[in-house]
């Protein structure tokens, strides 16, 4: 019988190895001889739910997976000798980018796609884009979960990203999923910085700096939602910010906040200078979404389209060439906050989205309830919001300690 070398390794799996021999058992039987492997499996986990609870029914799942998953592994691969496949794959890899621009990802989405698809060429070793089939995509979603022991969300991103290469670009079929090894959920609580912590942390920042961390702070912001306001989104007059094109495409309103206000509008009089010198010298307006560009072509030069926070230097934008005005970098700000943060004496591992953490928690510490704080953050559903009611100094029905009673 086959022993994958991982299963050594794992001590608390030794159930694993009895359920094989079980399942190759009910393979094995003449009645079975015309079912595929889904069908297999489905069959003998309806056998096994007669007979045993749930959790063992769950666990001999796992291990004919596992089980499967390393026979195909460690069966001989055909090697590319002359190139070929190579040459393939990056003719795949510029489809693949076409595609993306033409559905009108952004560009972040096109390198974390362009990234996992390098990793999926590296993992088949050798074969061509023509020889794979939705196996190759099972296998390599075990891999991830099993040897690379990633993150449930990095496996559903890499799974997202082959799936858009399969589809669209490879135009082949991927059929039932059900036989990938599941990366485990691991539920984790975010960090969040008490209101004084905050503050402290504002006094080690600086300039356009400090006015993005208290914005993404006061407004519940994403830190790219904040890079990419627009002079348009903000509306002293209701005192609110519009957020385009958030996560999920999706647009919202968040309030903003009245303390801000002064120090924004001082802010964008320094903008609309520089704005002033990039007509002067005839600059290419901001970039724009495609659709919007075509429409109105002028748009891009407007005050109002103008970014909240320009970056002080022109650059080439990396899809049109076009040298324009681009906002601000979002590294710059991390790398700025993770400094402030050790200046002010904080252990906490924070970074800029645990401002984000925080402006949830703090609201619902101040008895606001949970579906507002859902509206302000964007999320679509309200079990993301329930998270911050974990971490929230004291509960709704505000339980304490019996060692401080």
């Known amino acids: 019988m086959l022993i994958p070398p991982l299963w050594g390794r794992l001590p608390d799996r030794v159930w694993l190895f009895n359920r094989i021999p079980k399942y190759m058992a009910f393979c094995e039987h003449p009645d079975h001889g015309g079912l595929d492997g889904s069908q297999l499996l489905d069959r003998f986990m309806r056998q096994l739910s007669r007979q045993y609870e749930d959790w063992q029914v769950a666990q001999a799942s796992e291990a004919v997976k596992l089980y499967r ?57 050798g074969h061509s884009p023509e020889d794979i089939d939705a196996s190759h995509l099972r296998d390599f979603l075990s891999h991830l979960a099993v040897e690379r022991n990633v993150a449930k969300a990095t496996q559903n991103q890499a799974f997202n990203a082959i799936l858009f290469v399969y589809r669209h670009v490879l135009e082949k079929d991927v059929d039932e999923l059900r036989t990938v090894v599941r990366a485990r959920t691991r539920r984790r609580l975010p960090v969040v910085l008490t209101q004084a912590e905050v503050l402290r942390i504002f006094e080690h920042l600086r300039k356009h700096n400090r006015l993005m961390a208290q914005l993404i702070y006061g407004c519940g912001l994403r830190l790219m939602e904040c890079a990419r306001l627009r002079v348009k989104d903000v509306d002293f007059e209701r005192g609110c910010l519009t957020v385009k094109s958030g996560k999920g495409d999706k647009d919202r309103m968040t309030m903003l906040p009245e303390s801000l206000h002064d120090e924004l509008r001082m802010h964008l009089e320094s903008v609309r200078a520089l704005y002033d010198e990039d007509r002067a010298a005839d600059v290419a307006g901001v970039w724009l979404p495609d659709a919007l560009e075509r429409k109105y072509p002028n748009a891009g030069k407007e005050w109002g389209w103008f970014w909240v926070f320009p970056s002080q230097k022109l650059s080439v934008d990396p899809r049109s060439r076009v040298v324009r005005r681009h906002h601000v970098s979002a590294n710059n700000l991390q790398k700025q906050f993770r400094r402030a943060v050790a200046r002010a004496g904080i252990a906490k591992h924070a970074t800029v989205h645990t401002l984000r953490h925080s402006f949830a928690t703090h609201l619902l510490e101040k008895g606001y309830d949970i579906r507002s704080i859902q509206e302000l953050l964007g999320h679509a559903h309200v079990q993301t919001t329930m998270i911050y009611t974990h971490v929230a100094r004291k509960n709704v029905l505000g339980v304490r300690s019996p060692l401080d009673l």
């Open 69 to 125: 998953y390393y026979r195909r592994r460690t069966k001989s691969d055909p090697k590319d000798s002359n190139g070929g496949a190579k040459e393939q794959w990056r003719r795949v890899a510029e489809e693949t980018v076409r595609m993306l621009r033409l559905k009108h990802r952004s560009m972040s989405t096109e390198k974390t796609y362009l990234g996992w698809l390098r990793q999926f060429y590296r993992f088949l070793d």
